[in-house]
Structure formats: C-alpha cells, structure tokens
C-alpha cells in the first residue's frame, strides 16, 4: 500500500515526494529532517505505534503540514478520532489512484476530502434508521461461509483481489465471486463497506 501510494504521489505533476516511510518512528524522523511538507498521508494501523497519536504529534509542530488518514477502517470511531487528533481528511484504502490525487489537491485548496463511504457512515449517526446493521431482522445475521470469511479478512488487511488469491490458493475468479457474495449479503457495495458492515456485526475482528 505503501508503494501505491508512493507512486501516485510521485507520477502527479503537481507534487514532489519528500519521503514514504513504514513506522511512526521514521515518519517522525523524516519530519524533524524535511522542511516545506505540506501534506503528511497517514496510516492508521502502524506496526510501531497509533497513527492518530502521529497525526497529533504531526499537527503540534510550529508549522503543521496537512494531514489525510488512509485506512482500510471505515468506522465512526476510527474517523472521529482521526478527525479529533487533527486530520483534515480521510481516504478508505480502496480509492482510486485519481481520487487520492484529487483528495491531495482538494485538502491543499482548504477542503476536507472524505470517502463517500465514510461520509455516509457519519450520516447514519444521525439518520440510523437508514443503517442496515441497524434494519437487520432478528436472527436475520447474514450467514457468511468459512471460504468468505477467509476472503474478507484477507481484504481487510489491504490485498489486492490478485493477492487474496495466491494467499488462499484460488483462482482470482474464485475470490471475485466470493466478493460478489459477500457484498450481496452484506448490502454493500465495495470492501470498506463490507469490512465495516462486518465488523459492526461481529463477523469480523480486525487487530
């Protein structure tokens, strides 16, 4: 994912990468180092440390830079956390290359991108009704199978439908169709929706 982004980063004409780094320790080592940041892209789940905690830290200093969170959580709790700790967007893993450029430059222009999903996960706070967790009918728990689940989790983490496929040792066809279910199931219609839709209804832990 880091890759990917640094490549998106890297081939805009209208910005320069200053560094991509996979810690909290070496993203804090790159900014005491770099002058001129003027958007930080953040990760949520660092295998060193909180990336909220970092994006704290990132809008303490004398002249913050902007900051987007990136993650693959969708829910209201890590959003209004990302939020509070001072981030001023929030892209879902799953964006596309053109819209993590357009977000870039929409948060450099003083707006403050969020995913759509999310965006409309903030909006059931307010209108729940409208939540399917919520319209779930009891005992009407969507029944995912074990070869599904094994599918979302591994989606969950970020792999591609390509890499979900040599992990599991199926064709990449096979974990299309089994997305297809998933999302059928779900009521939803792409990962980050389902990754929280499965979380929501405890079909899903994710670390």
Not at 39 to 50: F, I
Not at 88 to 98: H, I, N, R, W
Not at 114 to 124: E, G, K, T, V
Not at 137 to 161: I, Q, S
């Amino acid at each position: 994912m880091r890759e990917r982004l640094e490549g998106i980063v890297a081939e805009h004409p209208g910005f320069e990468l200053v560094a991509a780094v996979g810690t909290c320790r070496e993203a804090r080592a790159a900014l005491a180092g770099a002058r001129g940041v003027d958007v930080v892209l953040v990760d949520l789940g660092l295998p060193d440390g909180d990336g909220v905690a970092l994006i704290r830290d990132i809008r303490l200093r004398a002249r913050p830079p902007e900051v987007m969170a990136i993650s693959v959580f969708g829910d209201e709790d890590h959003v209004v956390a990302a939020l509070e700790a001072g981030a001023t967007g929030y892209l879902l893993k799953d964006a596309a290359p053109v819209d993590v450029g357009r977000a870039i430059v929409d948060l450099l222009d003083g707006g403050s991108p969020i995913s759509p999903a999310i965006a409309r996960h903030l909006l059931q706070r307010f209108h729940p009704a409208a939540d399917p967790v919520a319209a779930q009918p009891p005992g009407g728990m969507p029944a995912l199978t074990a070869r599904e689940h094994e599918v979302l989790e591994v989606l969950a983490k970020g792999f591609t439908f390509e890499e979900a496929s040599e992990i599991l040792g199926i064709s990449f066809h096979t974990v299309a169709g089994h997305v297809k279910h998933i999302y059928s199931k779900l009521a939803v219609s792409s990962r980050s929706e389902a990754v929280y839709e499965a979380t929501q209804l405890g079909l899903l832990k994710l670390r």
